[in-house]
């Protein structure tokens, strides 16, 4: 974590703008030195298994740290955070709004009026508040963010986001990339965000590579390039319109494996070069004797001797032969290394297990996790992996808390009355279930009333959005009770018909009685 003073941070301009720019270049080296271990390569031109050893061989290597990444990846942002409205309190109710109640209603049962009226007006701030959230996240598909916001931190141990307002008022929250991001908090308790710096290299006209520094404080958002102020935007969020998440510890999540990783992939070289060295093993003749000398006289020099080409080719034509003679007592034999592969293989069983045991990754070749067939046993398999989940929990819920704080205000700002302590943060685990059973949960604890409609479908694990479900309900039950309503009066219409038609009737037949009669 960076930390300094707010008028230290609002002192650097154009002139001492490479001062701060020294002061985040090594926490930017260690994060970019982090990814490439994770991608195993400098560039995204480059082969991830083009790393070679000190004579150019190419090596081979398992990227164990692009199998921990994914898999924490897939299992804390494999679904999107869930966000609710929870209804507000009293003290949230606009004390305007309040009091008009109170005195409108102060008549005989004021108090029941006004209740019913306050808790209509709840209901109301629970829908508004809850399709304005909701409309935001579709426009800024919360879901990729989301998972894109884990990968940085889980990787390179920080994630940023950057709010802004387009052109057509939309409020749009977008990634920076933590090998170019840092913030800088302050000195409270606790520490409080009070800017972001980002850095990143372009080229100027000259095909030149040049440094550019962006700062953003709560009042501008300041670029320099070259140490040059080339712009500076006026921020009217009267906040830092930033969110940081970042690792209290500083450690990625592959980190704490990386010593025996490297023991693993030395291993497996070693188990690759032993194997090579026997496909192309020395072959031992024993009482054969060559036609051709193995040295002649240097034609340049004849101090000296140099190999026998024809040497070279009568040993490759014996490699060749079909059959080979040899004298009396004579042998032929290959000159092979004797390789332990039970023991080595034992020694990487033994270090694929200190690896998933010191990231929390389950190892999914291990049988027993293939083998668990309920909840109670997979969720032992997955308990290391959720402790680390525990500490990244707490750190997007806040991270996430503070967005919505952000964009509330910002949203009040503009008029509505709306308080982000109202949302509720749930994030969910992507991880096997059976449906069928979740399904089956779900309705008998609604059933039961032990949970609301909104909570079961949430609960039931089917793909559906809940209140959007709930709101399809209800047009559906509208739809059929106007239909019911629209029956009822064709019938009870048809019957009225009917018996007009009847007093019609007897009417006439009386009537012809009664001139008969006569």
């Known amino acids: ?80 955070p869930m966000y609710s409205i929870s209804t507000p309190s009293d003290y949230a109710l606009s004390k305007r709004q309040k009091g008009f109640l109170e005195k409108f209603f102060s008549t005989i049962g004021a108090e029941t009026m006004a209740q019913k009226q306050t808790d209509k007006r709840k209901r109301a701030y629970v829908k508004d508040y809850s399709e304005v959230l909701d409309y935001i996240q579709r426009y800024n598909d919360d879901a990729a963010t989301f998972i894109e916001l884990i990968h940085d931190y889980i990787t390179m141990t920080a994630a940023y986001l950057y709010i802004y307002e387009n052109s057509d008022n939309e409020i749009v929250y977008t990634r920076f990339d933590a090998k170019q991001t840092v913030a800088i908090f302050d000195y409270s308790t606790p520490a409080n965000l009070i800017g972001l710096v980002r850095t990143w290299k372009q080229k100027n006209a000259g095909q030149e590579e040049i440094d550019v520094v962006e700062l953003i404080t709560d009042e501008f958002r300041t670029t320099y390039t070259d140490n040059i102020q080339t712009d500076q935007e006026d921020l009217q969020w009267r906040d830092i319109p930033c969110v940081a998440f970042e690792s209290p510890d500083g450690i990625a999540v592959f980190e704490p494996a990386l010593s025996p990783i490297k023991t693993y992939e030395q291993i497996t070289n070693n188990i690759a070069n032993m194997t090579q060295y026997n496909d192309s093993a020395k072959l031992i003749l024993k009482g054969y004797t060559f036609e051709t000398p193995a040295m002649i006289p240097d034609p340049n020099d004849d101090t000296k001797e140099i190999p026998n080409p024809a040497r070279a080719a009568e040993e490759a034509a014996i490699m060749k032969a079909i059959s080979l003679a040899v004298g009396d007592q004579g042998d032929i034999s290959w000159l092979l290394k004797e390789v332990n592969y039970d023991g080595l293989m034992s020694v990487l069983k033994n270090q694929h297990e200190l690896i998933t045991m010191l990231t929390g990754v389950p190892n999914m070749t291990d049988e027993a996790f293939s083998n668990a067939d309920n909840a109670s046993a997979l969720g032992y398999k997955l308990y290391a992996l959720d402790q680390y989940s525990a500490t990244a929990d707490r750190v997007f819920k806040k991270g996430l808390l503070r967005l919505w704080e952000v964009i509330t205000n910002r949203l009040n700002l503009k008029g509505a009355q709306f308080d982000f302590r109202d949302i509720v ?94």
């Open 425 to 518: 943060i749930t994030l969910q685990r992507n991880i096997p279930t059976d449906k069928d059973k979740s399904l089956d949960r779900a309705l008998t604890a609604y059933s039961g009333g032990l949970i609301s409609q909104e909570t079961a479908l949430n609960e039931s694990q089917l793909e559906v959005d809940a209140q959007e479900e709930m709101e399809r309900q209800r047009n559906e039950r509208d739809d059929d009770y106007q239909e019911n309503v629209r029956r009822v009066r064709e019938h009870a219409d048809s019957v009225q018909n009917s018996d007009n038609e009847y007093d019609q009737q007897q009417d006439t037949q009386s009537a012809a009685g009664q001139k008969e009669s006569a």
């Open 1 to 80: 974590m960076l930390q300094m003073t707010v008028p230290q941070l609002k002192s650097y301009n154009a002139e001492n703008i490479d001062e701060l720019l020294n002061i985040i270049q090594p926490i930017l080296a260690h994060r970019v030195s982090l990814y490439q271990r994770y991608a195993r390569k400098l560039n995204e031109n480059e082969s991830m298994h083009g790393e070679k050893d000190e004579s150019g061989k190419e090596k081979r290597i398992i990227p164990f740290e692009y199998y921990i990444v994914n898999m924490m990846q897939g299992y804390l942002g494999g679904k999107a």
